[in-house]
């Protein structure tokens, strides 16, 4: 049973960069897709950014251009590059599979102020 634990979230302004990693416990690699996904405060949570084994990517179009999304199947580590933050990205991050089949973690809390 994979489990996922988030991290690197915090506090930016708008405008700011941040990085945050996905830490899995067990292998991704026969996990096809890995994916970023956010909840914003009063919203459903949506699909950020996913990366499949092979590395193709693809983007929800409000992020696209802005963020980085990359995986290490050996470190079983999963990475979101995040530039040009605005507040509308304010959310908790999670990090899953796509679908999304396993155990939420707790995710990392992105905050950007104007």
């Known amino acids: 049973q994979v489990q996922l634990v988030e991290s690197g979230g915090g506090l930016v302004q708008a405008g700011g960069s941040l990085t945050l990693s996905c830490a899995a416990s067990?292998?991704?690699?026969?996990?096809?897709?890995m994916a970023w996904y956010r909840q914003a405060p009063g919203k459903q949570r949506e699909l950020v950014a996913s990366i499949t084994n092979s590395g193709r990517t693809e983007y929800l179009r409000s992020v696209k251009g802005r963020v980085l999304i990359s995986r290490d199947n050996a470190k079983k580590t999963l990475t979101l590059r995040m530039n040009s933050l605005r507040p509308e990205d304010t959310a908790v991050y999670y990090c899953?599979?796509?679908?999304?089949?396993?155990?939420w973690g707790k995710g990392t809390l992105v905050t950007v102020s104007s």
């Open positions: 067990g292998s991704i690699f026969g996990i096809n897709v």
């Open positions: 899953n599979a796509d679908p999304a089949f396993v155990e």
